[in-house]
């Protein structure tokens, strides 16, 4: 059962109580007090306090949400934050995160510490972090996510749908399903709705939109940016040279 979320405010008699059960190593009040406090307020809360202090706390709670709270971070701070960790800790959260999340945090780490806590990844987020970590951090390859659905254009529905049941284990959010021929080049994009209403015999083909919008890996982020903003776009699809899919870049991204 998921717990209530807890309204919480950052007061200064809190953030005093809360040193208290720091210096005290009161492990008990602190899990307490953050049972059920959004990722965000915890995020607030441990910018009062040093990085010892803040891991402290953050092996206390969960692991995902653990990996949230590192994601939040401001880059500057998180940067010396992770120097309290040892590669195989900061692993362990990462492969709770999305590979475009975990490829940007990688790109903040020293390059010695990179490649030991990129060994750690679990095979299929390393396999995808690898190769965002060819782009640059300022165009579409270096925003995108690896994780997306597809399907092939040949697929009839029902087999389209027993596919997003598979991937969809390993994609937080997904707006469509991108349809794609045997080399992987991006045909088209079905909505989940068609798929839905559609006789589950039907070919992908027939029903996938063709016209749409995608950004090639070498756009830079305004450029993307500029065209989600016109299009009202929650995500697009990124291609190669080769107009091949490779990823997807949502609007949080």
């Known amino acids: 059962m998921q717990e209530p979320i807890v309204e ?42 040093n990085s010892e202090e803040s891991k402290y706390v953050m092996d206390l709670l ?23 960790y040892q590669p195989a800790e900061i692993s362990v959260f990462l492969n709770q995160l ?67 049941r598979k991937q969809a284990e390993n994609v937080s959010r997904f707006y469509a399903v991108y349809v794609v021929d045997d080399q992987d080049k991006l045909l088209g994009r079905v909505a ?15 029903i996938c939109e063709r016209d749409i919008i995608s950004v090639e890996t070498f756009l830079e982020d305004g450029e993307v940016a500029e065209i989600m903003k016109k299009y009202d776009l929650e995500s697009v699809p990124v291609v190669n040279v080769q107009g091949q899919l490779v990823g997807r870049i949502t609007i949080d991204d």
């Open 192 to 206: 989940l709705q068609d798929l839905i209403i559609t006789d589950a015999r039907t070919i992908v083909g027939d």
């Open 62 to 84: 969960p692991l995902d949400l653990q990996a949230e709270i590192v994601s939040d971070l401001d880059p500057e701070t998180r940067k010396n934050y992770l120097k309290v």
């Open 98 to 164: 999305a590979s475009d999340d975990t490829t940007d945090i990688l790109h903040e780490l020293p390059v010695k510490i990179r490649e030991e806590v990129l060994s750690g990844l679990d095979a299929e987020l390393k396999t995808q972090v690898t190769d965002l970590l060819r782009y640059e951090e300022n165009v579409a390859g270096g925003l995108m996510d690896k994780g997306l659905i597809k399907a092939r254009v040949h697929w009839s529905v029902v087999q389209c749908v027993d596919e997003i």
């Open 8 to 49: 919480f405010e950052l007061t200064k008699e809190f953030r005093d109580r809360f040193q208290e059960a720091l210096d005290n190593r009161d492990a008990a009040f602190i899990q307490e007090t953050l049972s059920g406090v959004k990722a965000a307020d915890i995020t607030a809360l441990l910018y009062e306090f």
